[in-house]
């Protein structure tokens, strides 16, 4: 069990092998879950993406641009197992 210490002004500092058991790096948030008895779990935060983010991916990294109407072909063979 890691031990921390509680500064003055409430501060609690936690140690490189707890952020690595953790798996949370520099930068990332953590959420601390309040539990009956005075208890609490502490845990890497979960992060949302959001649609944009995900299509924002691709900006810039493609050359050809595709219509409606090519982009609905490809699927209806994609769906109607076609190579």
Known sequence: MAQ???TA????TLKKEVLQHLGIRPGEKIE???LPDGRG???AARQTRSMADFVGLLAGRIHKVASL????AAAAQGWGGKD
Request: hydrophobic content about 45%.
């Open 9 to 12: 002004r409430g501060r609690v």
């Open 41 to 43: 779990m502490l845990q």
């Open 4 to 6: 921390l210490t509680v």
């Open 69 to 72: 109407e090519e982009i609905n």
């Open 32 to 34: 601390l879950d309040l």
